[in-house]
């Protein structure tokens, strides 16, 4: 529905969104979420087999991927990150971090001996 009416109806958010970035506030209600149970395995009558599953709305989902995007290219066109920072960054991961550790590591021991 958002993408066949999103034209029309794209104001208001984008409203609340510059209002938001402006005064450096989350809206209270776009941090409302439906908690529900989801079953994860065993015995359904269990209650240590579920896990909690939270709902947010849809316009504070998108608010987020946003702000996500206008931080990080703020961040990646700045250089403000540091070159060992690899969580939450494309195309770096845990193996990245890994393999660079064990490198400093072994250039370490060679000057070390």
Not at 2 to 18: A, D, E, M, V
Request: aromatic share 12%; with cysteine; net charge positive.
């Amino acid at each position: 529905m958002l993408k066949l009416w999103g034209n029309q109806i794209s104001n208001p958010p984008n409203f609340t969104c510059i209002k938001s970035i402006t005064m450096g506030v989350f809206p209270k209600r776009l941090k409302y979420a439906v908690v529900i149970p989801l079953h994860k395995k065993g015995d359904i009558l269990n209650m240590a087999n579920y896990r909690p599953l939270s709902l947010l709305p849809v316009f504070s989902k998108l608010f987020e991927k946003a702000m996500y995007c206008r931080l990080n290219h703020h961040l990646q066109a700045n250089s403000t990150l540091a070159t060992e920072q690899y969580g939450f960054r494309k195309g770096l991961s845990t193996e990245h971090a890994t393999f660079s550790l064990t490198d400093y590591i072994l250039i370490f021991l060679m000057a070390w001996n």
